[in-house]
């Protein structure tokens, strides 16, 4: 589908790369990964045709459409609504259409004798084939089905795209190239503006992604779900994989493995050999020996390890002492107009304890950490701190907010004029800004490179109570990997918001779910909330305990004599309670299915309803003498068409419903 051979680009001294080859295949599932400066996105742009390579380079498989997210958008010019601009993914099919409604039109206003009517009808046919197999007639099921997926919801289909966040605007490019599903799809960091929910619903999509593709994402547990290969970049070399990230990961350290004790083996050859050279180099009756083994040297195929790429190495200075309370959370109230964000929002923290918060996006989570680090103020309740507690403040756009004409050692300098110049630069080489790059203006750095310095002005300064918001976004895999040990040694109290499931899984021991205004608490890490939440929504449809499922168990039949499980013999009381216990499981079954029954009923009614409609309309549309009066089958065409739309939608409700009652029913 692609291949890359000998791609080569030098700028200066440094190799950006270095005669790298690769291939995509259909189905390929491919991770690219490395360092931020790797080249991942300038590869990618290559890739994507988006910078001019010589055609013996990179060449692509004709008639392969691809797809490209680029991690930054220029926006949507205003004008259209959300759903006109997503359905634009199916321009072909929309234009096919169009033409198609225009050639009716044209039949319809002249005669059979006409010379023009044969060459119509032929293009009517032609159309006609084409978008049958285009299915044109599922467009909007399939819009509706990505965007909601994607977080937008209904009431917003029909608000001007022009008029939503960047982040919004990013989803909406996305949701266009899942819609368009080219053979080739190359996603920048897919997952930087998307919270829990639709990250979850983009893995299951991706999973059944007919096409090839390739990404990039610093999203660990993202890699590891979709991919069945890894592509690592490192100083200009392009490394294959088989496999997710963790398999990559144990397979390159077991060649780097093989790699050290071939080396190793084969310098101690060396050194044996060179120590043989000198005891007998003087020696003429060892002469030829000598000789010999020089010349074996000189043939021996080296083996030269690996060069690795810079570690970010640092950890967070140790917590000032403070009181046991962190943080008190009491009645916080939020709104933004008549946008209600908090209602009452409570919640404690103790010393030491570390917090993630999840939450759809626009749920409050960014206002909340705001409000705590004092850059927003409620319109009420309060956030009141314990004894000595010094909390410190990382953004999501952080890295964006840093002075552009300051140089790296200035932005930390000034704001921890407590720290000698020593410490200053010792602290931005720990964050890889060694030597000349401290002496680099913030404005020439790129987008990693900011978020380092920012972390580095972050932990400069003695805190006990971390606040950040998405520290990994722009960070690559090592740097978010020493960032996320980091935390996990830090000795004070840490609140965070992240989508990165395993970034935060490591460290975070409570997870804060804000949802609808409110806040609810839940032990364990990401994945322990994640299990819980999905249980939940189980019990919600039936109960599942053991218990339960007891009491709901008929106990004989409810008689003075009934025997009781076990062997013990029920009394009239026990028996009128178990008739009690049973009545209330028939009325809470009742209230359950009683609406979705009635909902499954209508849905089924108004599909026999649409059925009869669309066969009396392939009747007419059977007849051939319909053809000859272009103005009705054009208006029958049409309507046969809303028609398939609308029944396809009331196929997904009663399939949908009626599962709803089977599983309620399977587990009463």
Same mark, same amino acid.
């Given at each position: 589908?692609?291949?890359?051979?000998?791609?080569?680009?030098?700028?200066?001294?440094?190799?950006?790369?270095?005669?790298?080859?690769?291939?995509?295949?259909?189905?390929?599932?491919?991770?690219?990964?490395?360092?931020?400066?790797?080249?991942?996105?300038?590869?990618?742009?290559?890739?994507?045709?988006?910078?001019?390579?010589?055609?013996?380079?990179?060449?692509?498989?004709?008639?392969?459409?691809?797809?490209?997210?680029?991690?930054?958008?220029?926006?949507?010019?205003?004008?259209?609504?959300?759903?006109?601009?997503?359905?634009?993914?199916?321009?072909?099919?929309?234009?096919?259409?169009?033409?198609?409604?225009?050639?009716?039109? /044209? *039949?319809?206003?002249?005669?059979? @004798?006409? #010379?023009?009517?044969?060459? =119509?009808? $032929?293009?009517?046919?032609? !159309?006609?084939?084409?978008?049958?197999?285009?299915?044109?007639?599922?467009?909007?099921?399939?819009?509706?089905?990505?965007?909601?997926?994607?977080?937008?919801?209904?009431?917003?289909?029909?608000?001007?795209?022009?008029?939503?966040?960047?982040?919004?605007?990013?989803?909406? /490019? *996305?949701?266009?190239?899942?819609? @368009?599903? #080219?053979?080739?799809?190359? =996603?920048? $960091?897919?997952?930087?503006? !998307?919270?829990?929910?639709?990250?979850?619903?983009?893995?299951?999509?991706?999973?059944?992604?007919?096409?090839?593709?390739?990404?990039?994402?610093?999203?660990?547990?993202?890699?590891?779900?979709?991919?069945?290969?890894?592509?690592?970049?490192?100083?200009?070399?392009?490394?294959?994989?088989?496999?997710?990230?963790?398999?990559?990961?144990?397979?390159?350290?077991?060649?780097?493995?093989?790699?050290?004790?071939?080396?190793?083996?084969?310098?101690?050859?060396?050194?044996?050999?060179?120590?043989?050279?000198?005891?007998?180099?003087?020696?003429?009756?060892?002469?030829?020996?000598?000789?010999?083994?020089?010349?074996?040297?000189?043939?021996?195929?080296?083996?030269?390890?690996?060069?690795?790429?810079?570690?970010?190495?640092?950890?967070?200075?140790?917590?000032?002492?403070?009181?046991?309370?962190?943080?008190?959370?009491?009645?916080?109230?939020?709104?933004?107009?008549?946008?209600?964000?908090?209602?009452?929002?409570?919640?404690?923290?103790?010393?030491?304890?570390?917090?993630?918060?999840?939450?759809?996006?626009?749920?409050?989570?960014?206002?909340?950490?705001?409000?705590?680090?004092?850059?927003?103020?409620?319109?009420?309740?309060?956030?009141?701190?314990?004894?000595?507690?010094?909390?410190?403040?990382?953004?999501?756009?952080?890295?964006?907010?840093?002075?552009?004409?300051?140089?790296?050692?200035?932005?930390?300098?000034?704001?921890?004029?407590?720290?000698?110049?020593?410490?200053?630069?010792?602290?931005?080489?720990?964050?890889?800004?060694?030597?000349?790059?401290?002496?680099?203006?913030?404005?020439?750095?790129?987008?990693?490179?900011?978020?380092?310095?920012?972390?580095?002005?972050?932990?400069?300064?003695?805190?006990?109570?971390?606040?950040?918001?998405?520290?990994?976004?722009?960070?690559?895999?090592?740097?978010?990997?020493?960032?996320?040990?980091?935390?996990?040694?830090?000795?004070?109290?840490?609140?965070?918001?992240?989508?990165?499931?395993?970034?935060?899984?490591?460290?975070?021991?409570?997870?804060?779910?804000?949802?609808?205004?409110?806040?609810?608490?839940?032990?364990?890490?990401?994945?322990?909330?994640?299990?819980?939440?999905?249980?939940?929504?189980?019990?919600?449809?039936?109960?599942?305990?053991?218990?339960?499922?007891?009491?709901?168990?008929?106990?004989?039949?409810?008689?003075?004599?009934?025997?009781?499980?076990?062997?013990?013999?029920?009394?009239?009381?026990?028996?009128?309670?178990?008739?009690?216990?049973?009545?209330?499981?028939?009325?809470?079954?009742?209230?359950?299915?009683?609406?979705?029954?009635?909902?499954?009923?209508?849905?089924?009614?108004?599909?026999?309803?649409?059925?009869?409609?669309?066969?009396?309309?392939?009747?007419?549309?059977?007849?051939?003498?319909?053809?000859?009066?272009?103005?009705?089958?054009?208006?029958?065409?049409?309507?046969?068409?809303?028609?398939?739309?609308?029944?396809?939608?009331?196929?997904?409700?009663?399939?949908?419903?009626?599962?709803?009652?089977?599983?309620?029913?399977?587990?009463?």
């Amino acid at each position: 589908m692609l291949t890359i051979q000998n791609l080569s680009i030098q700028f200066g001294d440094k190799h950006l790369f270095k005669e790298v080859s690769a291939r995509v295949s259909p189905q390929d599932r491919i991770g690219l990964v490395g360092v931020n400066g790797a080249g991942k996105s300038t590869l990618m742009k290559i890739m994507a045709g988006l910078r001019l390579i010589d055609e013996k380079v990179v060449s692509r498989a004709k008639r392969a459409t691809v797809g490209y997210l680029p991690q930054e958008l220029e926006g949507f010019a205003p004008g259209r609504t959300l759903y006109q601009e997503a359905e634009s993914a199916f321009a072909e099919a929309l234009a096919l259409q169009q033409e198609l409604d225009e050639v009716n039109g /044209q *039949l319809s206003t002249i005669t059979e @004798a006409d #010379p023009d009517c044969q060459a =119509l009808l $032929e293009r009517q046919g032609e !159309l006609q084939d084409a978008l049958e197999s285009q299915d044109i007639f599922r467009i909007r099921s399939q819009v509706e089905k990505v965007l909601v997926g994607l977080g937008f919801k209904e009431e917003e289909f029909d608000k001007d795209c022009h008029a939503f966040s960047g982040g919004w605007q990013m989803r909406l /490019q *996305l949701a266009k190239l899942l819609l @368009a599903r #080219p053979a080739l799809l190359l =996603l920048d $960091e897919p997952t930087n503006h !998307l919270d829990l929910e639709s990250l979850t619903w983009l893995e299951d999509f991706l999973q059944g992604y007919q096409g090839a593709l390739v990404m990039i994402s610093h999203d660990r547990t993202f890699l590891n779900n979709i991919c069945n290969a890894i592509w690592e970049l490192s100083l200009g070399n392009l490394t294959v994989y088989k496999g997710n990230y963790d398999q990559y990961l144990r397979q390159k350290e077991e060649r780097l493995e093989i790699q050290r004790a071939a080396w190793e083996n084969q310098q101690a050859n060396i050194q044996q050999t060179m120590r043989f050279v000198d005891r007998f180099r003087a020696k003429s009756t060892k002469a030829s020996q000598v000789q010999s083994r020089l010349k074996q040297l000189e043939k021996m195929d080296k083996v030269e390890l690996e060069e690795t790429e810079a570690r970010v190495d640092f950890r967070f200075p140790p917590a000032p002492p403070s009181g046991r309370l962190a943080v008190e959370v009491r009645g916080l109230t939020k709104n933004y107009g008549p946008l209600k964000v908090f209602n009452g929002l409570d919640f404690i923290m103790q010393r030491g304890e570390k917090l993630a918060v999840v939450g759809v996006n626009g749920a409050g989570k960014s206002t909340l950490v705001k409000i705590m680090a004092g850059l927003l103020r409620p319109d009420g309740g309060e956030v009141r701190f314990g004894h000595n507690v010094k909390p410190s403040y990382f953004g999501q756009h952080q890295a964006q907010e840093l002075d552009p004409e300051l140089t790296v050692f200035d932005t930390v300098f000034q704001a921890t004029p407590n720290l000698t110049v020593t410490q200053v630069r010792s602290l931005l080489g720990a964050f890889l800004f060694r030597g000349e790059d401290a002496d680099k203006r913030v404005s020439v750095l790129s987008g990693g490179e900011k978020s380092r310095l920012a972390l580095a002005k972050m932990i400069a300064v003695p805190a006990n109570l971390l606040i950040l918001d998405e520290p990994t976004n722009h960070l690559d895999m090592v740097s978010q990997e020493v960032l996320q040990e980091a935390m996990d040694r830090y000795d004070g109290t840490i609140i965070v918001v992240s989508h990165n499931r395993h970034f935060v899984n490591a460290f975070a021991g409570k997870v804060l779910e804000i949802s609808q205004g409110r806040g609810t608490m839940y032990e364990g890490n990401i994945d322990e909330y994640l299990d819980k939440v999905r249980r939940d929504r189980e019990a919600a449809l039936t109960p599942t305990s053991a218990a339960t499922k007891q009491d709901r168990a008929p106990v004989g039949d409810g008689s003075p004599g009934a025997t009781e499980p076990g062997g013990q013999r029920a009394s009239g009381h026990g028996g009128k309670e178990a008739r009690r216990r049973q009545a209330q499981e028939r009325q809470r079954l009742n209230q359950l299915l009683g609406p979705l029954r009635k909902k499954a009923a209508q849905a089924e009614s108004e599909v026999e309803k649409q059925e009869q409609r669309k066969d009396e309309l392939e009747k007419l549309l059977a007849d051939p003498e319909i053809y000859h009066r272009q103005e009705e089958f054009a208006e029958l065409s049409k309507e046969y068409a809303e028609l398939e739309r609308r029944l396809e939608r009331l196929y997904d409700q009663w399939e949908k419903v009626n599962s709803e009652i089977e599983e309620i029913l399977t587990s009463a």
